[in-house]
């Protein structure tokens, strides 16, 4: 049986891992089980136990670099799960920003009205995560310097630089329907960031 | 069933043969829930909360198909090893 004492050291443990809450109390609960059986089955004590649970668990929850374009560091398994959640969103924004492409084709009228209405939903996600959320200056830097949005970034500099080849107007460059396209796909990034970030889900914000 | 205890059941179904990484299964099981094959459901046992994992429709119907490659996929390979 894991006393209180041991218990606290455990969470201690696991703190250092800066896991998320959801991943927190599973990880946690798998050493709960995993000491308490190597105690009473193999006849362990609790710091033997503890170190072989501990090494059981190295590889994942060994501290990596979040994404490539990211400096922050987190557990290995965290980076699983967020990578896929990275996924989820780069494939919902294309999707999005794919439709708002085609309806930029068919009524460019619409197209804006819709873009005015995304950046309206933006500012409000916006000021409901900082008044209700907590969410700080901080928090909306680290949004800013995202390794998704960065990834965005990176790829309108070229479409920027491309254009520039073309034509040394940049006016006409920003008024490009690429241009709209990328606009378009980094604010349903950010919208789904916030939204993410609102429900206490790890998006590394 | 929750986390620890399907590592254990692996175990003892493969009698030790079948030693899952501890922390191998959780991006999985993550990643089953976000497919919509399996539900999960969080009760407190001993005062802490236990992630409970379920198959859903979907994961069944999922799971009888994979299992039937499994099987065919078991029974060429014998048949070709007993030529």
């Not at chain 2, 991006?27 to 001993?46: C, D, F, R, V």
Request: charged content about 20%.
């Amino acid at each position: 049986m894991i006393s209180l004492e041991q218990e606290k050291q455990i969470t201690a443990y696991l703190n250092s891992k800066k896991l998320s809450p959801q991943i927190f109390d599973e990880v946690k609960d798998h050493f709960m089980m995993q000491i308490g059986s190597l105690m009473e089955n193999e006849g362990k004590s609790f710091q033997e136990a503890f170190l072989a649970a501990r090494i059981s668990w190295k590889r994942e929850l060994e501290m990596v670099r979040a994404d490539l374009l990211s400096f922050k560091k987190i557990a290995r398994i965290e980076k699983q799960v967020v990578q896929m959640r990275f996924r989820k969103i780069t494939l919902v924004s294309m999707v999005f920003s794919g439709a708002g492409f085609l309806l930029l084709q068919v009524d460019s009228d619409l197209f804006m009205n819709l873009q005015i209405l995304l950046f309206i939903v933006w500012i409000a996600m916006l000021l409901y995560n900082a008044i209700r959320k907590g969410f700080r200056v901080s928090n909306y830097a680290s949004m800013n310097f995202h390794p998704l949005l960065v990834r965005t970034m990176l790829a309108g500099l070229a479409v920027f630089y491309i254009g520039h080849g073309m034509t040394a107007d940049y006016w006409k460059i920003l008024d490009l329907q690429i241009t709209k396209l990328f606009c378009t796909y980094a604010l349903a990034v950010q919208l789904q960031l916030l939204y993410f970030s609102s429900k206490k889900i790890n998006v590394l914000v | 069933m929750y986390g620890y205890q399907i590592t254990q059941r692996a175990k003892e179904l493969t009698q030790g043969e079948l030693e899952m990484t501890e922390g191998a299964l959780y991006p999985l099981l993550h990643k089953l829930e976000a497919e919509g094959m399996i539900t999960s459901e969080i009760q407190k046992i001993n005062g802490r909360d236990r992630k409970y994992y379920l198959l859903t429709d979907k994961g069944k119907k999922q799971q009888v198909t994979q299992e039937e490659e499994m099987k065919s996929y078991l029974f060429n390979l014998s048949t070709i090893f007993n030529i």
